[in-house]
């Protein structure tokens, strides 16, 4: 048993660099069931492979906190939680789970496990292996290098009190107050087998999911059907493979060739050229998005106007129109005006060079250098030059470098980093799109606050003010629930220690000639649950 009785924001440090997080992929194409009590045949009718390209890459598979779009992609294939979503739509059904959560009380709930339920070596999947997976993420584990490692999911969960083993089927878990997203958050705890290490859950998972992990490489992913899978969406295809494909061209060339079937991240331009071929495009709008964050401890961007002025410097409309064709919405919130907690903030960045110049001649900053440190990512690097410009014409001086996204975060997670401003993706939305999600991930007392903005130190009332925010609009629900994240979202444009530029439309790109039962996605990473090939 575990149970935590801490504050309700608990102090987390991420062991992953959490540079790009979510794009977009595929849901299976059939609607999910309400129960999967009853088990259905192996994969034996699993023919051809499926191939996909993905623009990101990573060596961290590990389950309980990896933060990376590829590995969170590659592994709604391998692991289960007790359920999962219809990436399509975030439906919520039960996976691992033999049905809903039994309601014993409003703080109270018992979850059966699926009849006959295996991990892929073939062990049986007992009650301890969900406990463990759970004590995983909120107690943290002992890393190859023998220290300790946290899970930047831990914050996912605080509002559990206890979660415990009533018997080898049966998971009991109890809440600290009434929450209405229990079953959504369950998503996030993947199970796997209580004896499996650290550096083989980081390295090459196995799980209760479709498909077993065959050979994991730097540049590319194998899978192959589950032989002990007895869940709703056996296998379809006898392979899945993936071929990391980080810049744009590489994967265009790929898809013209044929040797990939579904292509992550489209690039507008290339939209033309991919449907006179054949192929299909996809657009979702999602939650993925550039983000500005400052060094808050670092004078002069410890001070909120001078953040503000870099918002109101910058062509927003101009970035998206002439990088992305138009695919994406400029923000107005934190939140994207698609979720239904959105709320517009009290405080609007319009493009307006001049506001912005006077705001950075009255802090005393016209005139200074400041060095934007920016992930490698192509479409990152695409709006850079632009950003620069913007930033030069109301007054400063910019000095641009590009680094991996593992390599930036190295640079900002140290104790006293000294960079200025990151320009960076995200998207949380992977892990779900209820705003406990979306903005604890960023503003929760973790590894972004205490050291990537370093908020918490730089300005601990104004932390202190959002963070009890969150705390109260998790415990709401309806209206009052809105107006609560209202507020929230009111604070983080006011002190904009991290905000998005603009919220994308995601782009997939696939081969109906040989997919089926194909669906986009908001999100980064690609999912292909159901999916066959012809």
């Known amino acids: 048993m575990i149970s935590f009785k801490k504050t309700r924001l608990a102090s987390l440090a991420c062991i992953a660099a959490a540079g790009a997080l979510v794009l977009a992929g595929c849901g299976g194409g ?18 051809g492979t499926l191939n996909l390209g993905v623009m990101y890459e990573t060596t961290n598979y ?40 039994n309601k014993v009380s409003d703080t109270e709930y018992e979850v059966s496990l699926r009849d006959g339920a295996k991990f892929s070596d073939g062990t049986e999947v007992k009650a301890e292996d969900v406990i463990s997976s759970f004590e995983r993420i909120v107690k943290g584990e002992t890393g190859a290098d023998g220290k300790p490692v946290e899970s930047i999911y831990k914050q996912f969960f605080d509002f559990i009190d206890s979660m415990t083993a009533k018997d080898d089927t049966t998971v009991s878990i109890k809440l600290k107050y009434p929450f209405g997203a229990l079953q959504q ?34 540049t590319s992913i194998e899978a192959e059907p589950n032989p002990n899978y007895n869940g709703p969406y ?27 079937d579904v292509m992550e991240s489209v690039p507008a331009p290339f939209v033309k050229q991919l449907t006179g071929a054949g192929w299909k495009v996809d657009e979702v709008p999602g939650y993925n998005n550039p983000f500005l964050m400052f060094n808050t401890t670092k004078a002069p961007f410890d001070k909120a106007e001078v953040r503000q002025a870099f918002h109101y410097a910058i062509d927003k409309q101009t970035l998206i129109n002439t ?4 695919k994406a919405e400029v923000s107005t919130s934190f939140l994207p005006k698609s979720n239904p907690d959105y709320k517009k903030a009290a405080t609007q960045f319009d493009y307006n060079p001049e506001k912005a110049k006077e705001m950075l001649q009255k802090a005393g900053v016209a005139g ?64 779900g799109t209820d705003p406990g999600i979306i ?39 309806g209206d009052e629930a809105k107006a609560k994240w209202g507020e929230v979202q009111d604070l983080i444009a006011e002190k904009v220690p991290l905000y998005p530029l603009f919220h994308r ?28 090939v012809k």
């Open 323 to 326: 990088t992305l064709e138009g």
């Open 368 to 431: 200074k250098t400041v060095n934007l440190l920016t992930t490698d990512h192509p479409w990152i690097a695409q709006l850079a030059p632009l950003v620069k410009q913007n930033l030069e014409a109301a007054g400063l001086k910019v000095n641009v470098t590009s680094k991996a996204s593992a390599d930036v975060y190295a640079t900002t997670d140290s104790e006293n980093p000294d960079f200025d401003v990151v320009m960076a993706p995200g998207d949380p939305s992977v892990f």
């Open 62 to 101: 590990h389950p309980s906190n990896t933060s990376s779009a590829l590995a969170m992609g590659t592994n709604w294939h391998i692991v289960e939680g007790l359920y999962e979503f219809d990436m399509a739509d975030y439906k919520v059904y039960p996976a691992l789970a033999k049905g809903e959560p």
């Open 185 to 218: 958050r369950l998503v996030d705890i993947k199970i796997v087998p209580k004896a499996a290490s650290f550096d083989d859950l980081t390295s090459k998972p196995i799980g209760t999911g479709p498909f077993k992990y065959t050979n994991i490489t730097p």
């Open 30 to 47: 059939t609607a999910k069931p309400a129960d999967t009590g009853a088990s259905e045949a192996p994969a034996s009718g699993a023919t």
């Open 505 to 532: 439309t995601m782009l997939t790109g696939y081969n109906p000639n040989k997919v089926v039962d194909f669906k986009a996605i908001g999100t980064t990473g690609l999912e292909a649950v159901g999916v066959s």
């Open 234 to 260: 056996p296998a379809k295809v006898s392979k899945m493979h993936w071929d990391v494909l980080k810049d744009d061209n590489a994967r265009l060339t790929a898809a013209m060739a044929n040797t990939i």
């Open 439 to 477: 903005v604890n991930w960023w503003y929760g007392d973790n590894v972004w606050t205490q050291k990537r903005t370093g908020f918490q130190k730089s300005d601990a009332e104004g932390y202190k003010k959002i963070a009890e925010g969150i705390q109260a609009a998790q415990q709401l629900s």
